[in-house]
T-cell receptor
Framework: DAGITQSPRYKITETGRQVTLMCHQT?????MFWYRQDLGHGLRLIYY???????DKGEVSDGYVVSRSKTENFPLTLESATRSQTSVYFC?????????????FGSGTRLTVV | GESVGLHLPTLSVQEGDNSIINCAYS??????FIWYKQESGKGPQFIID?????DKRQGQRVTVLLNKTVKHLSLQIAATQPGDSAVYFC???????????FGTGTRLKVLA
């Protein structure tokens, strides 16, 4: 999607290293989300944010940290990567309020922890 | 592309036939539902949505049906095309929240 970009597209890192996945949207959407997608689990929410400087945990937040100093950016950091964090990570944004039209997803980051 | 759906249920249909993909949702209070399509190596894309005060909504070649009595959602694709091959997810949202719960998905394979 042209309006929401994730980087890098692919990343290989070693166990114990810190790694940051970037997400940038150009719509000034209020809401942003991080999901991970694994075989047999579908999309699971890691963290979400309702606005700049407002973030909250999702169902699988352990080992992850987020920040939202600017509306357009929502980086996800793995503080000390583990093999169980090998996954495909999707960022999403939504500009409508809670009765709105759902998310627009980025293209994903495939992270491999070795 | 990513192989995120190796263990997903699969629906195989002949090109030109109609497809019906089903989803059972979890919360009887959910007020908004979306169907997403995910092609290999890409993020999920919005297809169609429906609010809980409706039981049917039609788009271009797609129809979503909602049965609140049995908490069931279905996506019908008319005249299925090779480009429809993908994994399809349903998602539900509860009132007063902007978070969605996603189903695990169904893989649709279109046979030539």
């Amino acid at each position: 999607d042209a309006g929401i970009t994730q980087s890098p597209r692919y990343k290989i890192t070693e166990t114990g290293r810190q790694v940051t996945l970037m997400c940038h949207q150009t719509w000034s959407h209020s809401y942003m989300f991080w999901y991970r997608q694994d075989l047999g689990h579908g999309l699971r929410l890691i963290y979400y944010s309702a606005a700049a400087d407002i973030t909250d945990k999702g169902e699988v937040s352990d080992g992850y940290v987020v920040s939202r100093s600017k509306t357009e950016n929502f980086p996800l950091t793995l503080e000390s990567a583990t093999r169980s964090q090998t996954s495909v990570y999707f960022c999403a944004s939504s500009g409508i309020d809670r009765d709105g039209y759902g998310y627009t997803f980025g293209s994903g980051t495939r992270l491999t922890v070795v | 592309g990513e192989s995120v759906g190796l263990h997903l249920p699969t629906l195989s249909v002949q090109e030109g036939d109609n497809s019906i993909i089903n989803c059972a949702y979890s919360n009887s209070a959910s007020d908004y539902f979306i169907w997403y399509k995910q092609e290999s190596g890409k993020g999920p894309q919005f297809i169609i949505d429906i609010r809980s005060n409706m039981d049917k909504r039609q788009g271009q070649r797609v129809t979503v049906l909602l049965n609140k009595t049995v908490k069931h959602l279905s996506l019908q694709i008319a005249a299925t095309q090779p480009g429809d091959s993908a994994v399809y997810f349903c998602a539900e949202k509860s009132p007063g929240t902007y978070k969605y719960i996603f189903g695990t998905g169904t893989r649709l394979k279109v046979l030539a």
